[in-house]
């Protein structure tokens, strides 16, 4: 069975800086990796997805993610964040046949002044 | 177009009583996923339609939850004899795509079980 791996819980970034969320998965084929954002109050949102083909995925907001298959890694980064970037990130993997989803445990972005 | 829909977006409960929750899907999206959120948790997978197919109930907690869905849209989570370990946002999904596409996710329905 797949999983996924957020390994920061909570991350402190100031406005302006750059940031990087790290999620790890573990599946058998090539996964269909997402990163989904959801801000308070809001319901989540889908910032980039990566199914095949280049590894390195731009999203909305000026969010991209990179694939490394020898690493099982797909991280977020974003090279300058705004105050309004403050929000929970969530990975996700899917089985392309299946449409099951695991979502990692997410990660809180909080951003200072 | 609409997005997904969710309703009641709260509801609070007794201890013992049963609660539906509601999902309308966008429309001409084929696949339906329920998804529980606890404080401070991620995203817990309950049950999963597709078309017409049987649902993958595998990740529904207990034989408390049910849930059903009309005619291929409207989708019904049922939780009977709630507990307070039940109190959590419950989000619904639709997607486009068979597999593993882009989930549109609702604003979900806050429970609390007093």
């Known amino acids: 069975a797949q999983s996924v791996t957020q390994p920061d819980i909570h991350i402190t970034v100031s406005e302006g800086a750059s940031l990087e969320l790290r999620c790890n998965y573990s599946?058998?084929?090539?996964?269909?990796l997402f990163w989904y954002v959801q801000s308070p109050g809001q319901g989540l949102q889908l910032l980039l997805k990566y199914f095949s083909g280049d590894t390195l995925v731009q999203g909305i907001k000026g969010f991209e993610a990179e694939f490394k298959r020898s690493q099982s890694s797909f991280n977020l980064r974003k090279p300058s964040v705004h105050w309004s970037d403050a929000a929970e990130y969530f990975c996700?993997?899917?089985?392309?046949?299946?449409?099951?989803?695991?979502f990692g445990a997410g990660t809180q972005v909080v951003v200072t002044p | 177009g609409a997005g997904v829909s969710q309703s009641p977006s709260n509801k609070v409960t007794e201890k013992g009583k049963d609660v539906e929750l509601r999902c309308d899907p966008i429309s001409g999206h084929t696949a339906l996923y329920w998804y529980r959120q606890s404080l401070g948790q991620g995203l817990e997978f309950l049950i999963y339609?597709?078309?017409?197919?049987?649902?993958?109930k595998s990740g529904l907690p207990s034989d408390r939850f049910s849930a059903e869905r009309t005619g291929g849209s409207v989708s019904t989570l049922t939780i009977q004899r709630t507990q307070q370990e039940d109190s959590a946002v419950y989000l619904c999904?639709?997607?486009?795509?068979?597999?593993?596409?882009?989930?549109?996710f609702g604003p979900g329905t806050r429970l609390l079980v007093l």
């Open positions: 996700a993997v899917g089985e392309g046949s299946w449409g099951k989803f695991q």
């Open positions: 999904a639709s997607s486009l795509e068979r597999g593993a596409g882009t989930q549109y």
């Open positions: 599946y058998g084929a090539t996964p269909y």
């Open positions: 339609f597709q078309g017409n197919s049987a649902p993958d």
